[in-house]
């Protein structure tokens, strides 16, 4: 029989749920971009700052690089760990076939993570984004949607033409919505229109560079 001590008592008093709960953007714009890198499939994938989990369940089946300003200590097969700035990516001009960076854009120039306040940090990091993107490359961005605002030190929120504009070198192959609350899970093939709607959505991004 196991001991039972006060002192190692772990109180958990909010878990007798009816459903499990779960964070909309995270669980689905992770899932839609796995799903995305499966169908496009390429040898490999380069990720700058994106969900951990991401790319830890993605490297099973693409090797993965993954860069971030504050590099993580993660020791997996397929998957490896580096510092990176998004205004100087240490890559060479269109050096990158598969390349996603997602829900970090809306962070760079806050001072939230421990970078340098620039009012203009996240357009920057778009520019270097196009930058080394090889023609015909694939670019997974995903960012805060719905009414175009900063919510300082924490994020910004873009419309659908902000983004669609800043990465005018590139078609949209797809994109989709992760409405900020309701039972429609992800929407595929969403409209400017739907992003209107939104106070705080989550927009997905499929570029391809022309």
């Given at each position: 029989m196991m001991p039972v001590r006060w002192r190692d008592r772990l109180p958990c008093l909010n878990d007798s749920t009816k459903t499990t709960g779960f964070d909309r953007h995270y669980i689905y714009h992770t899932a839609w971009a796995a799903r995305?890198?499966?169908?496009?499939?390429?040898?490999?994938?380069?990720?700058?700052?994106?969900?951990?989990y991401f790319v830890g369940i993605v490297s099973t089946f693409i090797p993965i690089r993954f860069y971030d300003y504050r590099p993580a200590a993660i020791k997996l097969t397929d998957l490896t760990c580096d510092h990176a700035d998004l205004h100087s990516l240490p890559f060479e001009d269109e050096s990158i076939d598969s390349l996603s960076c997602m829900h970090v854009l809306e962070?760079?120039?806050?001072?939230?993570?421990?970078?340098?306040?620039?009012?203009?940090?996240d357009c920057k990091a778009m520019r270097e984004l196009s930058r080394v993107i090889s023609s015909g490359g694939n670019l997974l961005v995903v960012v805060p949607v719905g009414k175009p605002r900063v919510?300082?030190?924490?994020?910004?929120?873009?419309?659908?033409?902000?983004?669609v504009q800043q990465f005018d070198k590139f078609k949209l192959m797809e994109f989709s919505l992760i409405e900020q609350q309701g039972q429609n899970g992800l929407?595929?093939?969403?409209?400017?229109?739907?992003?209107?709607?939104?106070?705080?959505?989550?927009?997905?991004?499929?570029?391809?560079?022309?």
């Open positions: 995305l890198l499966k169908k496009i499939s390429p040898k490999f994938h380069v990720d700058i700052s994106s969900s951990l962070h760079i120039g806050l001072g939230r993570y421990g970078d340098s306040l620039d009012p203009e940090g919510q300082f030190n924490g994020q910004r929120v873009y419309s659908y033409a902000q983004i929407i595929t093939g969403a409209t400017e229109s739907d992003v209107a709607t939104q106070t705080n959505g989550c927009g997905c991004f499929w570029l391809q560079k022309k």
